[in-house]
């Protein structure tokens, strides 16, 4: 039982993806043209300081045309690896840097149709380090109690899916 693509056609390149048809036969030798999105893997961070509270940036999102409180993150520029891509974003996101940089997990965003992964990152021993944030982010940093961030989560408060999923990572750490 494999699937195999056959071909790939582009579609269309914008500035942060791309999309392509993608025709791919299945395992019963039917072929399928599927249309994938190439988007640029990215990083979430967790920053916890040492009092236990979590940093978080509110900012406005074009998918949902509202503004969403999410952990810091970003995408992994060409030639950048997930763990210096986290120390970046970190300061240029909430004005921190971290002593330790732990390695969490990752997942794929939307694995149906979408290329893009995510990979977490837990951020402890936070000092102050800031870098100039991109030209186009317009961020507020909230600092939120764990148990309160917990509550949260829980509540159907956070719907900000790598958010959450970085959290869960992170659980048993936190």
């Given at each position: 039982m494999a699937y195999e693509i056959k071909n790939t056609t582009?579609?269309?390149?914008?500035h942060i993806f791309?999309?392509?048809k993608v025709k791919?036969?299945?395992p019963d030798d039917r072929a399928r043209v599927y249309e994938r999105v190439n988007l640029q893997n990215a990083v979430t961070i967790l920053p916890i300081?040492?009092?236990g509270n979590i940093y978080f940036v509110r900012q406005y999102r074009i998918g949902s045309n509202s503004v969403l409180l999410e952990l810091p993150a970003g995408?992994?520029?060409?030639?950048?690896?997930?763990?210096?891509t986290a120390e970046r974003?970190?300061?240029?996101e909430i004005g921190l840097a971290a002593r330790e940089m732990l390695p969490i997990g990752g997942f794929y965003m939307s694995p149906g149709y979408s290329t893009e992964y995510m990979y977490c990152f837990l951020a402890r021993g936070l000092y102050r380090s800031p870098l100039s944030?991109?030209?186009?982010?317009?961020?507020?940093?909230?600092?939120?109690?764990?148990?309160?961030?917990k509550r949260?989560?829980?509540?159907?408060d956070l719907p900000d899916s790598k958010s959450l999923a970085a959290l869960l990572l992170a659980w048993q750490q936190i």
């Open positions: 582009a579609v269309y390149q914008g791309s999309v392509e791919v036969v299945l300081d040492d009092e995408k992994i520029e060409s030639g950048e690896g997930a763990q210096a974003e970190i300061r240029e944030p991109d030209a186009d982010e317009f961020l507020n940093v909230e600092k939120i109690p764990l148990e309160q961030v949260m989560a829980t509540a159907g």
